[in-house]
């Protein structure tokens, strides 16, 4: 709210005393816009940046980044309160400017393409998003070293892609991808390497591969065991799987026990 009474202070200022140029109140619409999005008042970030939209149209060439700027952000709150088609729609004119005026190795591009990867995998489009994602994925491994943390979420978005798609083996391989990464970046009890071996389990249960998958889903349960209060209602989904696991192998003592708990 601090942050939001200095821009708004700022904007006051420079729309009473700059009649030329632009530049400052385009980037307080911004700014206010980036405010309200991280509060989640959606409307107001809308009016903010489409302001600053409408005067930015005016100012800059139809092709100017600074324009993409404006598409991706507007995109970014449509895909917050799930208009995916208004979204897309966004995301799209914010890259066809990046593609136009960036360098073909541009992180911006990648930020574009993942974007749209997510609004195809909301709308089901998943090859749709997994050519988008892998874009983003050759942008990446010309430019950055092999371990980069970036890399992790790639993968995982891409073994999400190909679990929605049933493709269990194709989205293991990603899945373990991210995991052996994540295992280098954080420690034993870090959630995201939880969240990485508990996907992986997962995957094996849909291929009925149960003792893999019982072996991936207990390393993710001890660690939110590690980290969590026993009665943390996060641990409710690990026991679940954990149980049904345990049940579909006709382990049904132990899978009791993880059920009560």
């Not at 917050?80 to 593609?99: H, Q, V």
């Amino acid at each position: 709210e601090q942050a939001i009474c200095y821009f708004e202070k700022g904007l006051q200022f420079v729309e009473k005393t700059s009649s030329s140029d632009k530049l400052p109140v385009i980037s307080l619409y911004n700014n206010l816009g980036g405010v309200y999005t991280s509060m989640k008042q959606s409307s107001k970030a809308l009016s903010f940046y489409e302001k600053g939209l409408t005067i930015a149209e005016k100012f800059f060439h139809s092709n100017h980044p600074n324009l993409a700027f404006f598409y991706n952000n507007i995109g970014e709150v449509y895909k917050n309160i799930g208009e995916y088609s208004k979204a897309f729609s966004y995301y799209k004119k914010s890259l066809e400017i990046r593609e136009k005026c960036l360098p073909l190795n541009h992180p911006d591009l990648t930020v574009s393409y993942n974007n749209i990867a997510m609004i195809y995998q909301k709308m089901a489009e998943y090859p749709k998003a997994l050519l988008y994602l892998k874009k983003s994925l050759e942008i990446k491994r010309r430019t950055l070293l092999e371990d980069h943390p970036d890399f992790a979420n790639v993968y995982r978005n891409i073994g999400i892609v190909y679990n929605h798609m049933g493709e269990f083996n194709k989205a293991i391989s990603f899945y373990k991808q991210a995991m052996e990464i994540e295992e280098k970046l954080f420690d034993s009890n870090h959630p995201n390497l939880a969240s990485c071996y508990n996907n992986i389990a997962k995957m094996y249960g849909n291929m009925e591969d149960y003792p893999k998958a019982l072996s991936y889903s207990e390393q993710a349960l001890e660690i939110m065991q590690n980290i969590l209060s026993s009665d943390h209602s996060d641990l409710g989904g690990f026991y679940d799987f954990h149980a049904s696991l345990y049940d579909k192998m006709k382990d049904y003592s132990n899978a009791l026990i993880y059920y009560e708990k």
